[in-house]
């Protein structure tokens, strides 16, 4: 059985813009609060060890993303977070969000293990890579 | 000869991430800044007036962006920006970042407009659509 890594996140007045909707940045924050949550309690690799202590990274490498619905505040945000493609060093996610049924932003999110002594991509670690594989679905389609 | 829209940044303290370097999330903040920048100087229209006094939308409809290299502290970011295709009510921006001469970003950046009273599209009005046209460069 695949994994599905999913959390909630409270849309707060600081989320919002002057037209009453969450600032589109504010959507890719919230994503990456999702991936940092995968480390830590998906992948059970604590985020700031991996950065501070490990040196290591997951710079984002590209992003295609859709706004198909806004969130407003005092909703409740659900994200769901799929790997659809393992590289050597490179990890392309899948990540929906929902605001109760309806969809909120759809993103596929590539990202790359390295380390920020020298700025340069390395191998993901094998350890990690055996945990990220039991999310792997790479014949994923969001729904809609 | 299209028109190009360029403005140059300061990369913030406030901006860079424990490892260094830019927080991505950032850069789509500048890139809105250019276009709420753009919408001011060239098209004779602030945020204020389309959002609060229009009741006026431009909400994103969808974003692509490659990051190619890091942006780092103290770094002097030009961010130009270009129309690819401006449609009935959507204007699809192409936004490129470059630190002296060097590529480190390049968005497709696509908005439409919308009514606040309503959240539904509604047409650019013909003579916003006249200053937007200029800065069509299809193939950016």
Redesign the interface.
């Known amino acids: 059985m695949r994994k599905v890594f999913r959390v909630e996140y409270p849309i707060l007045f600081s989320h919002c813009d ?4 969450v ?4 959507f ?2 919230l994503l ?1 609060t999702a991936m940092e949550d995968w480390f830590t309690y998906g992948l059970e690799e604590r985020f700031a060890d991996f ?2 202590k490990k040196k290591l ?1 997951v ?9 198909v619905g ?1 969130a407003r505040f005092g909703d409740t945000l659900a994200i769901e977070l799929r790997v659809v493609r393992l590289g050597r060093a490179s990890i392309e996610l899948a990540i929906d969000s929902f605001v109760e049924d309806r969809p909120c932003f759809r993103s596929r999110h590539t990202v790359c293990t390295f380390t ?1 002594t020298t ?1 340069k991509a390395v191998p993901i670690p094998d350890d990690l890579r055996a945990k990220m594989t039991e999310y792997l679905d790479e014949s994923y389609q969001a729904a809609g | 000869m299209s028109k190009t829209f360029s403005v140059e940044r300061l990369i913030r303290f406030s901006q860079c991430d424990p490892g260094g370097i830019v927080y991505f999330v950032h850069f789509f903040d500048l890139c809105n800044g250019t276009v709420e920048d753009w919408f001011t100087e060239m098209i004779g229209m602030t945020f204020n007036e389309i959002h609060l006094v229009r009741r006026w939308g431009f909400p994103i409809v969808d974003t692509g962006c490659h990051f190619y290299r890091p942006c780092r502290l103290s770094d002097r970011l030009k961010l130009t920006l270009t129309i690819a295709k401006l449609g009935r009510s959507s204007i699809e921006f192409s936004i490129h970042g470059t630190v002296d001469g060097d590529e480190k970003f390049r968005a497709r950046h696509k908005v439409a407009m919308i009514s606040l009273d309503s959240y539904r599209a509604i047409p650019i009005p013909d003579d916003l659509r006249a200053k937007m046209e200029a800065y069509v460069t299809p193939h950016a």
């Open positions: 002057p037209a009453g909707i600032y589109f940045p504010r890719f924050d990456h950065i501070v990274g710079p984002t490498v590209s992003t295609r993303t859709d706004f806004p920020h700025y």
